[in-house]
């Protein structure tokens, strides 16, 4: 298998919500909009978050509980600065992380997490555990 795009698909009675906080917030693009789905893009990657009302026909639904977003980008402290000037509640402050990641919290309008990140190097002890895994 090729994977080309990848795309989370949240279940909630929050579409329009949703739709603006990812566009304003995330710099997501509409590519679809009904009644009962939103389709968005990242203009950057081949990578989508989409919506859905969670009472459908056919398939199963989830309600976003325990789910995260990370979102990884050149710098988290110019991010986290932009988004607590824009009023989001920080769910999780700025700080580094051992496994080698400088990162913050915020939820969407669903209560998802975005955990938004930059790459620092790790510490020794994750650095091994890596170095393992190098092909």
Known sequence: M???RIDATISTNKLTESRDFYIKHFGFELVYESDWYI???SP?????????LPQRDVGEFFTGKGLIL????DNVDAEYERLN?????????????????????????????????????????Y???YDKYKK
């Not at 509640?89 to 990641?101: A, V």
């Open 2 to 4: 090729i994977i080309k």
């Open 39 to 41: 389709e968005l893009l």
């Open 44 to 52: 950057s990657l081949a990578a989508g978050v989409s919506f859905t």
């Open 70 to 73: 990370s979102f990884g980008v």
């Open 85 to 125: 000037g824009e009023g989001l509640t920080i769910q999780q402050e700025l700080q580094n992380k051992p496994w080698g990641e400088r990162s913050f919290v915020v939820n969407d309008p669903n209560g998802v997490h975005i955990y938004v990140y930059t790459l620092i190097p790790p510490e020794p002890e």
């Open 127 to 129: 650095q091994v555990i």
